[in-house]
């Protein structure tokens, strides 16, 4: 696997790769992407075989700017260009119905699409340069913890794809939020940086889903998870669940029991976010037997972390 800067010809040598049918991991703002050309089926087999993902669970595209929505959709909604006007280039997915020329391969089958603009600069350079949607799902073995640096990818995929660009940590950490426009009303289908509240000063917007929705990425009862077991706990824990084994905790502060190893969480959830997966990724690295998170408050602004720990982690 090539290791790439983020420097102009760096970039240029990961555009010959996708426009070569390679597999590139790109960082976005949001996890690192696993892409590949988005019109080539030879090119999207290899995301499915790379990361070992069913070939039902559908694919993101990304796309250089909003006015590539009608390429990919048989009808733009008014609700589309208002949220596309609000948050892109940024973490939000929308989902519309695909248009006829749009493969099965990244739709899963279905009859619907997950197109994106992301805000990373070096992801927009390439999708202005390569020229087309790029389908990019989250850098890594499937079901397992998401890539939000360079290493991880290296460590995960090494010898399954030509090459990762390196720009640092990502700056959100934690997936884009996912908003299926194929109702009469805009319906969260995963929650992420982009709030309920958010979208709903633009929108019409539930987070409930009471009928039949699009499957997305990411939206598994497992997702996201170590290969450690890991367990998610309450604050208030008297002493521990797993005593002789190695044990590590996720945590904002230390309990009143011992642990072998403590990584401690921040209090603010943008913060959080942007830890989770990369103090994931340590402790899965660590001796630790078995891994405790303790749970951040049940506030609307830490839905998609507690999405995201449901998802990694088990019940006590």
């Given amino acids: 696997m090539l290791h790439l800067t983020s ?7 990961a555009v010959r790769l996708l426009q070569a049918g390679e597999l590139v991991a790109l960082p976005t703002e949001t996890v690192y992407g696993l892409a590949g050309d988005a019109t080539n089926p030879d090119a999207l087999r290899a995301i499915f075989r790379a990361k070992g993902r069913p070939s039902d669970h559908p694919l993101i595209v990304h796309l250089g700017g909003a006015e590539h929505l009608p390429e990919w959709v048989t009808r733009v909604p008014d609700t589309a260009w208002r949220l596309a006007s609000a948050f892109w280039p940024g973490p939000l997915t929308l989902v519309l119905p695909a248009a006829s020329t ?21 992801m927009q350079r390439v999708l202005r340069e390569f020229g087309r949607g790029l ?33 640092g940590p990502c700056v959100v950490g934690i997936e884009s939020t996912i908003v299926d426009l194929t109702t009469h ?61 190695r044990t590590g905790l996720l945590a904002p502060r230390l309990p009143g029991w011992p642990v072998t190893q403590f990584w401690p969480m921040p209090s603010e959830p943008d913060a959080y976010a942007r830890a989770l997966y990369a103090v994931l ?3 899965d690295a660590s001796r630790c037997e078995v891994l405790l998170v303790t749970l951040p408050p049940d506030e609307p602004a830490w839905t998609a972390i507690h999405d995201r720990l449901r998802r990694a982690t088990r019940p006590l």
């Fill in 102 to 122: 749009v493969s099965p391969l990244v739709t899963g089958g279905q009859t619907t699409v997950a197109l994106r603009v992301p805000g990373h600069p070096v």
């Fill in 185 to 245: 009303h805009a319906r969260i289908l995963r929650p992420g940086a982009i709030t309920l509240e958010m979208i709903a000063e633009h929108v019409s917007c539930t987070d409930a889903v009471t009928s039949p929705a699009p499957r997305v990425p990411g939206a598994l009862a497992s997702h996201y998870a170590p290969r450690t077991p890991c367990y998610r706990i309450g604050a208030g824990l008297v002493e521990s669940p797993f005593p002789g084994l």
């Fill in 135 to 167: 389908a990019a799902p989250s850098a890594n073995p499937f079901g397992q913890i998401s890539a939000t640096t360079a290493a991880h990818v290296q460590t995960h995929l090494a010898g399954r794809i030509a090459a990762v660009v390196d720009d």
């Fill in 281 to 283: 990724h340590e402790a």
């Fill in 7 to 13: 420097s102009p010809g760096d970039v240029a040598t």
